[in-house]
């Protein structure tokens, strides 16, 4: 490895005093960050004030000029590496290639080739050249992925790393916005209907120690609230869910005559959530009552599903029904649910629904009633008479 | 065979792509002239042409609906690779850009850095256009006008590469790639020993070579066979 008298960019200290002492910190500073590296120990890059032989990096690798560097970069590099010296790597850049493996192991074949072709390429110069370049992607390295122990001079704090990510990672914004408007409108929708983003009315029954708000949304409260009712509308799933909305729709479909669905869908839901031991009779009772032919409320199921839902019922389990429930589900779904929103009925029911009126708030707060907190069973003095809560 | 012609295809942008890697490396420092210049640009259009032949095969056989299974995880690993080599190619034309403007050949002072790389590199871009060598024939200052027409390329690269991530959906994170871990030493053993490429510092290493230490012990017997030769005759005489 000769040194060219060319290529030598000495740090002159030939001046004195402070002057000297801030050339060596300001050529220590280029070192570090890559501008100059050192020929004689270029893994370690440090300034030292002696004779030693220090060369310019290209512009190339400069840091002012490139890019955080990327993770592809390196795996080239390392493999590039992995390859002049037939594997033997050091620790920290053998664990690097392993993770960079696990990584992008989709970009592996690309990894590959391209360091053989940059390998063949550089083949094609002059021998002195190649150890300059070599030493010169070396140094380049040792500043971007520093090994462990040394001081990362390019770090920038937290942020710059998140906002560096490689394309590679990276999916197209058109494709993650398809991903995200589910979510834009489930949260645009349930807004007004969360309680800590919007409050909820008559009151917080947790704060004000009043529970009409229970009581006014009891599972089979007589007239349901107006978000109540609304919330119906998002989803069938939260139709079904709702007793009261439930009930309601069981009428609609009477008036349609096709109760019998929801109906057997209701039967469904309590085969697979009942006992263990009813199960053949309702089985049995589900068969007779919905399935036979010429049953009384005889479903409309395809004659797949009623055939597949016929050869299980010789041996009766709870989820035997689960085709033809799904199957019912839908149909309620695609075809009853929508014209049960457009019809009168639902539109009646948002007229009437209440919209409960916020409960006053007491003029004198700390006048309010004492609340009644039930003595500790750890205090032996909460006898009959102390009863001092008051 | 389309794969097959996709896969030359891709390994040729591979190769190019490598040597223009090379060949921007040296931008700014002390080997850079006009000739440099010149073989950077024939050698990014070379690169674009190739890009564009590959990509057009390889969206139109993506898109072909009656693909076979396997014939299309084929296509995928291959589509993955290109679109990584696009990404490295367009980083290096940028790079190259960003060189290019900052340290102008035509200059009163050329403020060219003394890198230590001396040598031209007009063999790796032979290589790059497989050509056997390669004639300079720009004016004086052509290196300007080509700075915008770099820029334009890079343009049309990055387009490129956004315009096939729109048409072709190929999910990265199910696509294996066949080179398994450690893949590159058994290959890069049989590739130096076919082709001579894949090493190139081992020459620090030299003395340990077999060959070499024979060539070595060889010659130094004909040496000393000469020198008792020479004695002899001083005596006789």
């Known amino acids: ?52 032989p220090y060369r310019f990096q290209t512009p190339y690798f400069w840091a002012s000029t490139v890019w955080p560097a990327s993770e592809l970069d390196y795996a080239i590099y390392l493999a590039k590496r992995s390859i002049q010296r037939r594997g033997a790597l050091l620790d920290h850049e053998k664990e690097h290639y392993d993770q960079l493996q696990w990584k992008i192991s989709h970009a592996w074949d690309l990894v590959v ?14 021998r002195g050249d ?33 906002c560096a990510a490689s394309r590679l990672q990276t999916v197209s914004t058109a494709r993650r916005g398809a991903c995200h408007s589910p ?32 009581a006014v949304n009891a599972p089979t409260a007589a007239t349901p ?49 009942g006992g263990q031991a009813q199960v053949p009779a309702l089985v049995d009772a589900v068969y007779q009552q919905f399935l036979a032919p010429g049953a009384a409320r005889w479903v409309n199921i395809d004659s797949r599903t009623m055939e ?52 006053k708030r007491r003029v004198f707060p700390f006048m309010r009633k004492p609340r009644h907190c039930s003595p500790s069973p750890a205090l032996p003095t909460a006898g009959p008479g102390g009863g001092g809560e008051d | 065979m389309a794969r097959e012609e996709c896969k030359a295809l891709l390994d040729a942008l591979n190769r190019t792509t490598a040597c223009y890697h090379h060949l921007v490396l040296t931008v700014g420092g002390s080997a850079d002239s006009q000739n440099l210049r010149e ?30 299974a396997e014939e299309r995880a084929e296509f995928e690993r291959l589509w993955v690779a290109f679109s990584g080599c696009l990404d490295l190619l367009e980083a290096d034309m940028q790079r190259a850009l960003a060189l290019g403007s900052a340290f102008p050949l035509n200059a009163p002072r050329r ?15 032979a290589r790059a256009l497989s050509a056997r060598s390669l004639r300079h024939e720009a004016e004086h200052d052509f290196d300007v006008a080509d700075l915008q027409e770099l820029e334009r390329e890079v343009l049309q690269v990055g387009e490129m590469i956004q315009d096939m991530e729109m048409k072709v959906n190929v999910p990265r994170w199910t696509v294996q790639a066949r080179q398994a871990a450690g893949a590159e030493l058994l290959s890069g053993a049989s590739a130096g020993a076919s082709s001579a490429g894949g090493m190139s510092v081992e020459e620090r290493s030299g003395p340990c070579d077999p060959s070499k230490a024979l060539a070595a012990t060889l010659f130094s017997a004909v040496l000393l066979a000469a020198v008792a030769l020479a004695v002899c005759v001083a005596k006789l005489s």
């Open chain 1, 1 to 52: 490895f000769r040194v060219s008298e060319d290529g030598e960019g000495r740090p002159r200290a030939g001046v004195r005093g402070r002057g000297q002492r801030e050339a060596l910190h300001l050529g220590a500073l280029l070192v570090r960050h890559g501008y100059l590296y050192p020929l004689r120990d270029p893994r370690s890059l440090a300034l030292r004030p002696d004779e030693t």
């Open chain 1, 113 to 126: 080739t391209q360091a053989r072709e940059q390998l063949r390429a550089m083949k094609q110069r002059r």
């Open chain 1, 130 to 162: 190649r150890l300059v370049i070599t030493c010169q992607e070396q140094a380049y390295w040792l500043v971007n992925r520093p090994p462990p122990g040394v001081p990362n001079v390019l770090e920038q704090g937290p942020e710059r790393g998140s």
């Open chain 1, 183 to 214: 979510y834009l409108k489930f949260s645009s929708q349930r807004g007004p209907h969360d309680p800590i983003l919007s409050g909820c009315l008559p009151s917080n029954p947790w704060v004000t120690d009043d529970d009409t708000y229970w």
């Open chain 1, 225 to 273: 609230t107006r978000l109540r009712v609304e919330r119906w509308g998002f989803s069938f799933q939260e139709l079904l869910e709702d007793p009261v909305g439930r009930a309601h729709f069981m009428d609609f479909l009477e008036k349609e005559f096709s109760a019998e669905n929801l109906s057997f869908w209701e039967a469904c839901e309590q085969l697979r959530y």
């Open chain 1, 308 to 359: 597949r839902t016929l050869a299980g019922l010789c041996r009766p389990h709870r989820y035997v029904l689960d085709d033809a429930q799904l199957h019912i589900y839908m149909l309620m779904k695609k075809d009853s649910y929508p014209r049960f929103l457009k019809s009168d009925m639902y539109k009646g029911l948002l007229t009437e629904a209440t919209v409960p009126v916020e409960t």
């Open chain 2, 39 to 68: 073989e950077l640009q024939k050698t990014r259009q070379k690169a674009h042409e190739l890009a564009v032949a590959t990509g057009a095969r390889l969206t139109g056989a993506l898109r072909d609906k009656s693909l076979a």
């Open chain 2, 111 to 125: 403020p060219l850095v003394r890198t230590g790389v001396a040598g031209a590199a007009s063999a790796v871009a």
